[in-house]
Every structure is written in structure tokens, then in C-alpha cells.
């Protein structure tokens, strides 16, 4: 036997002996380190990731394409669940001979998912038809025709004891199918016509998430639109130019005074020298809005007359989307989407983590967005009373569709066999609305939100959301919120561009880049030294508004994974500080790209496996021990094969 085989079975030998050894004498909740290089080993970053950007003719090609993917994935999406929904209603409802109570039943689907437009009941043992919600979108003759081709095909299909799904067709503006299908007995069909506009709503909302249009309209907000190194004015012409602008409100300037607060008196004063009403005030800074003075106005009247520590614009800020164990011993939860449609939670080893911490109801994490849909079947008992700093006093109902699948993202309920899983089984959503029915945001209803959740129990604050200014205001509400140790993530921006975007780029925030399922950087994804950490964010599916699921893609749906990924370490180890959880996020990711941190990826994509393994003491389940010792096995293996 050769030298070099004498070492690697001694290796062996020692390997297994101290594996037994571990496995009699270690205590009951065990952990270690797994071999970091396996993802990159099998996901390497293409050489492509590390060249120039591209040119912004091929920017909107890539970004066209993701559109394109999330669209597709979402008719998938949609088409599944519409499919086990029909199917659960007939299983529920065989045996009903009651008129009324199938048509109690019928109104309630119909409520709870105002998608399908109609359902149409045949019994074929009496040769009734009932039809609920009747009628038909109209539409031009053309479509009429096609309409009725459809649903006679499905009537010929389910007649024939075959299920049937038609392509889609269009009717004026909305999109349609038919589906049907017969109960297990085969002696009650029904049909149901199915509007597609979530295909609609996903294109609208990808457009504007991915910079493919310019964003936002100027006229619609009285907004400036201003280069963001010297705040000279430029016209947002095309979703590329959004990388070197900044938007704000052009009659409006945050002011901070120094020292103390200014006096009742020298705020009435102030309100009548530029024309305003009472200003807003949040922390330490105050919003002044003027009704005859634009912001550089403003910034000429306080810098000259009250000296105060700063001012700047009043920024907008935007969204930035785009149970059973198996031989490995990961939970493979049964929601209907998780095997097929999620591909992110496996890439980062989330269903090894879930062996060692699924969250705890006491870590909530905030989701600071558009809001929530609060009934969403999905997110039921996972949501707890939110915010609305847009509209004050009202709940933070999710009117754009970003914030309720960000939420699905890190807590969509897991294991009740329904649409997604989430990355966090029990941890708390607190939604906070801070950007309005555009999805678009302040400074202030950001910075507002930010400090609300920090006074009302986040222990994590997902931020996918931003812009290309450096606030300090709204810097001010990130420290706030840091110094009341809370893990802060956010979204590093969906324009393909060096530029740091903030919340993003400040250094008390995780920055969140954003990869595709081969571990690549997303065509999309912003890039940078201030980049932290990496994470799945191409046609991500999750819950969506109307009950719905929707696939999206954009740095937006990276942020909540690593956000989820913190709800759990601290479930886990609830005595490590804001700093320590984001430490073990960065030192246990999974390094793509060069070696070491760089602007693509930050350290890597996040490992939620290895990240909670760190959190817990490197102990090692009982349920995950045999993989364990095989890992080290291969570790000996592979570093004696690299020795000469």
C-alpha cells in the first residue's frame, strides 16, 4: 500500500473511531461544520458574473426575460393552486344534495379567491347543472366565440371522465382559462373560469420593480428627479436612467436644528416665512412643506437664517423586488408549491436548518412595505396587529402586492399542505405600511415605519425598499433602530449598478445582493463593496394579494430570505446582540465568485444550515449524524487528495 493510501485509510479509520466516540459521548443537541465548498464546488459563479455590466440595451433584454419567467411562473403557480382548490371543493362537498349548501359554499370560495369569475356544477347522476357567478366577461364577438369554444371543449372533456385546463385567451383587457374536473366517483364535474389578472398585475409591478419603466412618474408626485452625487436636475427618460437618480418631493426639505428643539414660537415664525403648514415631526428631525417655495428655497432660507446641523431633500424610496424527513435527514414540508416551485429554499439548505431551529413566536420581524393581505389563507396566525404610515389609523392592508410576498418569504405557513412554505415556521410578521398604493415611499413614512416596529417589538426589520440618496434622516431612524438591537437587512437595488443604494449601504444594515438558481449573480441585482451577503431572488414563488401565489424576482426577494434566516438565529440563541447575528450571517455564507468578500456577492450567499449550527455551538442533532460523519469523512478525503 502506497504511502498516500496508508493516510488516507488511517484517516479513515480515525474518522469513524472518533464518530463513534462523538455519537456515545456527546450531549443531546449537537451541531458541527459543514463543508462550505460544496455549494460552490456545484453552483460556481460563471466568469461572465465578474465582467463589466452591461450595456443598457442588454440590461433590458436580461430584465425583460426575468419579467417574462415571473409571468410564466406565475400562470404555473396559479394554475396548480386553482386545480387543488377545485379538488378540495369537490371532496368537501360530495354528499351535499342541498342546493343552497353547495351555493353557500360556492360564495364563500368565491370570496375568499374573487379570481374565479365562475363555477359551474354537474351532477351526472341527476343531469343537473347549477352555475354560481354566471356571467361571462364580454368581450368582441372574436373573443365571445373563443370563450365558448372553451368552455364546450371543457364540457366535452369532463363528459368524457377527463380533466381539462385551456390555454389562455384574452378578453378586452383581462386574461382567462377554463378548468375542469370530476370528483373521485366520477358523478359530479365541475367547470370554473378562471381571470388571470395576477399575470397582469406581475407585469405591471415587475416592470416598475425591475427599472424597466421609469419610476416614478414625476407629474403624478410633484417630484424632482435629481442626479444623486450633486442633486442637479435630470429627466428620468427610461428605467436605466433610475441608477444615477434620486426623487424627491420638490416643495418639501427635512430639517435638523442643532442643540435643542426650536421653540413654539420660532416654528410659528418659520411656517410664516416660507408659507407652511405645522411641519411633521419624526425623532430629531422636522418636514417642512411649503406651499410657494421649492426645496432649494428652502435650503437657502434655513441654512442662511438658522444654521441647522443638516437638511436635505425629502426623498421618495421604492421597492426593490424583483412534514417528513428524507434519507439526508431534511424536513421536506407538504405545501402544495414547495417541491416544484422553490427552488430558494434548498439552494441555501434551509430544510437542514429547520433541524435546528423553525423560529419561535417571541422573535418578531418586521416587514417594512406596502403592507399585508391580513386574511391571506397563507399567513394566517402568522401576522400580528401592524402599522400604517401612510394612512394613520388604518390597518396595513397590502394594495400593490410586494409586501404580502415578501411576508410569504420569510413566514408563509409551512406543513399545512396550502401554496408556499416559508423560510420561518413560528416566528411573528409585524407589517408596517410605509409605502403607499404605487409602492412607492418618504423618507419620513420609511423612517417612521422603521422606528414604529423598533418601538413595538421587531427583533429583525426587513427593508426592501430604497434609494440612491444618503439621508440622514433617514439614517438617523436606521441608528435608532440599531441602537435597540435590531437586526436591520434591506434590499441592495435592482438597477445593475456600482452605486450603493440606501437603506442598503449604511453599515448598521445587512446588504442584500441577489442570485438565480445556478448561483450566479441575478442579471438584475445591484453590486458593490458594501455588499454583505447574497441570496436567491429570480422568479421566487410566495404568497401574493386575493389569496393568490406569484412568482417575482428582484434584490426585494433576496432581502427577506437573509431576514428570516436572522428571525431564526435569534429564535434559536436569543443572547447574541444584533452585531453577532449579523456576523455569523456573513462568516457562515457559502463564498461564490472570488475568493473571500467581494462586490457580487458580498462573503457569499447565505448557508441557513451552517449559519444556525455556528448560532447553536457546533453540536449535531442526533437525526443528522450520519451525514456528519460522512462530511468529515469526505473532508480527510478531499485534503488528502491535495497533498503531494
Known amino acids: 500500500m502506497s504511502r498516500k493510501n496508508l493516510t488516507v485509510a488511517g484517516l479513515v479509520t480515525a474518522a469513524f473511531t472518533i464518530g463513534l466516540l462523538t455519537f456515545a459521548l456527546r450531549p443531546a443537541t449537537n451541531g458541527t461544520t459543514r463543508d462550505a465548498a460544496k455549494v460552490a464546488v456545484q453552483n460556481p459563479a460563471p466568469t461572465s458574473a465578474l465582467h463589466s455590466p452591461p450595456n443598457p440595451s442588454q440590461e433590458k433584454t436580461l430584465k425583460k426575460t426575468s419579467l417574462s419567467q415571473d409571468v410564466e411562473a406565475t400562470d ?31 360564495k364563500r370560495l368565491q370570496q375568499d379567491h374573487g379570481f374565479i369569475s365562475m363555477l359551474m356544477w354537474i351532477d351526472f347522476r341527476t343531469q343537473k347543472t347549477e352555475t354560481f357567478k354566471s356571467s361571462f366577461p364580454k368581450g368582441t364577438e372574436q373573443e365571445n366565440k373563443q370563450l365558448l369554444k372553451y368552455l364546450n371543449t371543457a364540457k366535452t372533456a369532463i363528459h368524457g371522465h377527463q380533466s381539462y385546463e ?13 378548468i375542469a374536473q370530476r370528483n373521485k366517483q366520477k358523478n359530479v364535474g365541475i367547470i370554473a373560469l378562471i381571470n388571470q389578472k395576477v399575470l397582469g398585475r406581475v407585469a405591471d409591478h415587475q416592470l416598475k420593480n425591475l427599472r424597466l419603466i421609469p419610476y416614478p412618474k414625476e407629474g403624478k408626485y410633484h417630484v424632482e428627479s435629481v442626479h444623486t452625487d450633486n442633486l442637479k436636475d435630470i429627466t428620468v427618460k427610461t428605467g436605466h436612467d433610475n441608477e444615477n437618480a434620486s426623487h424627491f418631493y420638490e416643495n418639501e426639505i427635512v430639517v435638523r436644528f442643532k442643540g435643542n428643539a426650536p421653540t413654539q414660537g420660532q416654528l410659528q415664525t418659520i411656517t410664516a416665512d416660507i ?47 424583483t412534514l417528513t424527513k428524507n434519507a439526508e435527514g431534511t424536513v421536506t414540508p407538504n405545501d402544495m ?10 439552494a441555501i439548505e434551509t430544510e437542514l436548518g429547520w433541524n435546528l431551529s423553525k423560529g419561535s413566536k417571541e422573535v418578531v420581524v418586521a416587514v417594512v412595505d406596502t403592507g399585508v393581505q391580513i386574511n391571506h389563507p397563507d399567513l394566517q396566525g402568522k401576522l400580528l396587529t401592524g402599522y400604517n404610515a ?36 413560528y416566528n411573528k410578521i409585524l407589517p408596517v405600511k410605509a409605502l403607499d398604493n404605487s409602492g412607492a415611499g418618504t423618507t419620513y413614512s ?96 410566495s404568497t401574493y394579494p386575493d389569496s393568490q401565489y406569484a412568482a417575482l424576482s428582484g434584490t426585494s426577494m433576496a432581502s427577506p430570505h437573509v431576514a428570516a434566516l436572522a428571525g431564526l438565529v435569534r429564535s434559536l440563541n436569543p443572547n447574541l446582540t444584533n452585531k453577532e447575528v449579523m456576523d455569523l450571517m456573513t462568516k457562515n455564507a457559502v463564498d461564490l465568485g472570488t475568493s473571500g468578500h467581494d462586490k457580487y456577492f458580498g462573503w457569499g450567499q447565505v448557508d441557513i444550515y451552517k449559519t444556525l449550527q455556528a448560532a447553536s455551538g457546533n453540536q449535531v442533532p442526533l437525526q443528522l449524524f450520519p451525514q456528519h460523519v460522512r462530511q468529515q469523512m469526505n473532508q480527510l478525503k478531499q485534503r488528502t487528495n491535495n497533498t503531494p
Open 337 to 346: 408549491l414547495f417541491s416544484t416551485y422553490q427552488w430558494n429554499l434548498p
Open 166 to 178: 385551456s390555454p389562455t385567451f384574452t378578453i378586452g383587457k383581462e386574461k382567462y382559462y377554463f
Open 446 to 541: 420609511v423612517a417612521e415605519g422603521i422606528i414604529w416596529a423598533a418601538d413595538n417589538g421587531a427583533k429583525v426589520i426587513n427593508l426592501s425598499l430604497g434609494n440612491y440618496a444618503d439621508s440622514q434622516f433617514l439614517h438617523d431612524a436606521i441608528k435608532y433602530a440599531y441602537d435597540r438591537d435590531i437586526v436591520l437587512v434591506s434590499a441592495a437595488g435592482n438597477d445593475n449598478t456600482e452605486r450603493p443604494g440606501y437603506p442598503a449601504a449604511y453599515p448598521e444594515v445587512i446588504a442584500v445582493a441577489a442570485t438565480n438558481a445556478s448561483g450566479e449573480k441575478a442579471s438584475f441585482s445591484n453590486y458593490g463593496d458594501y455588499i454583505d451577503v447574497a441570496a436567491p431572488g429570480e422568479s421566487i414563488a
Open 275 to 321: 408659507h407652511c403648514k405645522q411641519p411633521r415631526k419624526l425623532g430629531y428631525a422636522y418636514i417642512f412643506r411649503s406651499e410657494k417655495m421649492t426645496y432649494y428655497q428652502l435650503k437657502s432660507y434655513f441654512t442662511n437664517k438658522w444654521h441647522p446641523e443638516y437638511t436635505e431633500p425629502h426623498y421618495m424610496y421604492l421597492t426593490n423586488d
Open 390 to 425: 401612510i394612512t394613520n389609523g388604518s390597518t396595513p392592508e397590502d394594495d400593490v402586492g410586494h409586501g404580502t410576498h415578501v411576508s410569504g418569504i420569510i413566514g408563509a405557513l409551512v406543513n399545512n399542505g396550502e401554496g408556499v412554505a416559508g423560510i420561518s415556521w
Open 76 to 106: 404555473h403557480l396559479n394554475r396548480v393552486d386553482v386545480s387543488r382548490h377545485l379538488t378540495k371543493l369537490l371532496s368537501e362537498t360530495d354528499g351535499m344534495s342541498s342546493i343552497h349548501d353547495k351555493s353557500v359554499y360556492a
